[in-house]
């Protein structure tokens, strides 16, 4: 039974989408401010976080950030009613969450997104076990990945996208295709979200991140992956 942590503060949607969760055959775990969040994320070991932007204690966008420097990489979706607020969604991204859903929204679109992201929320399964490409080593079945001996903090959906990449080696691969490939479904939110992605991709595996040698832009097109 895969676990879900509900960190939300309004409590009758915390409530119906437990409802919701649990009727589709999920474990809800709740908390109701960012603190509690945080540690029953770091300690409930949940399959998926489901995360409101706005909290008491501790902002969602904090908790996020906290995970990932902890190297935590369950899946996180995130939730706000900033209508039109393009920043906290890209810095929601860059930050690492895997998707995004603007309030009021149904529970059947919320069960659908669960689901999309649970399933895409390990690295794609397109026959790549480990690989090498200048001082990075990533292993994909174990979800590790190492730079100069150092341990690299990749999310779940860093893990796919590059597992896509490393598996299509010198294959341009163009952002609809990654989209459906690594999130699982056409329009999440734009194909520019892409671009968010890879930009964290590079800064992590890249010596130059600005300059890169093994993942590559192709104008108009794509990427491409070069080792």
Same mark, same amino acid.
Request: hydrophobic share 40%.
């Given at each position: 039974? *895969?676990?879900?942590? #509900? %960190?939300?503060?309004?409590?009758?949607?915390?409530?119906?989408?437990?409802?919701?969760?649990?009727?589709?055959?999920? @474990?809800? /775990?709740?908390?109701? +401010?960012?603190?509690?969040?945080?540690?029953?994320?770091?300690?409930?070991?949940?399959? #998926?976080?489901?995360?409101? @932007?706005?909290?008491?204690?501790?902002?969602?966008?904090?908790?996020?950030?906290? /995970?990932?420097? &902890?190297?935590?990489?369950?899946?996180?979706?995130?939730?706000?009613?900033? =209508?039109?607020?393009? %920043?906290?969604?890209?810095?929601?991204?860059? /930050?690492?969450?895997?998707? $995004?859903?603007?309030?009021?929204?149904?529970?059947?679109?919320?069960?659908?997104?669960?689901?999309?992201? #649970?399933?895409?929320?390990?690295?794609?399964? !397109?026959?790549? +076990?480990?690989?090498?490409?200048?001082?990075?080593? !990533? +292993?994909?079945? &174990?979800?590790?990945?190492? *730079?100069?001996?150092?341990? /690299?903090?990749?999310?779940? =959906?860093?893990?796919? @996208?590059?597992?896509?990449?490393?598996?299509?080696?010198?294959?341009?691969?163009?952002?609809?295709?990654?989209?459906?490939? !690594?999130?699982? $479904?056409?329009?999440?939110?734009?194909?520019?979200?892409? +671009?968010?992605?890879?930009?964290? @991709?590079?800064?992590?595996?890249?010596?130059?991140?600005?300059?890169?040698?093994?993942? #590559?832009?192709?104008?108009?097109?794509? $990427? =491409?992956? &070069?080792?």
């Amino acid at each position: 039974m *895969k676990r879900v942590l #509900l %960190i939300e503060d309004d409590a009758a949607l915390r409530t119906t989408l437990a409802s919701a969760l649990e009727s589709e055959g999920f @474990l809800a /775990l709740m908390a109701s +401010d960012g603190a509690e969040g945080l540690n029953k994320a770091s300690s409930d070991g949940p399959d #998926l976080v489901v995360l409101d @932007l706005v909290l008491p204690s501790m902002g969602g966008l904090e908790v996020c950030r906290r /995970l990932r420097e &902890k190297g935590n990489n369950v899946p996180i979706v995130m939730l706000t009613g900033r =209508k039109r607020d393009e %920043i906290d969604k890209v810095l929601g991204l860059e /930050l690492g969450a895997d998707d $995004y859903m603007l309030k009021p929204f149904g529970v059947r679109e919320f069960i659908a997104r669960v689901r999309a992201v #649970l399933r895409r929320g390990r690295a794609v399964a !397109v026959g790549v +076990d480990v690989c090498s490409f200048g001082d990075v080593s !990533v +292993d994909f079945r &174990k979800k590790a990945a190492t *730079k100069g001996g150092k341990d /690299l903090a990749l999310t779940a =959906k860093e893990f796919g @996208l590059l597992e896509l990449l490393v598996a299509r080696e010198g294959e341009v691969v163009g952002r609809d295709r990654i989209l459906n490939e !690594v999130w699982g $479904y056409d329009r999440f939110p734009t194909t520019r979200t892409i +671009d968010t992605f890879i930009r964290n @991709l590079r800064r992590k595996v890249e010596d130059d991140p600005s300059n890169p040698s093994h993942i #590559l832009t192709v104008p108009w097109l794509g $990427y =491409k992956f &070069k080792g």
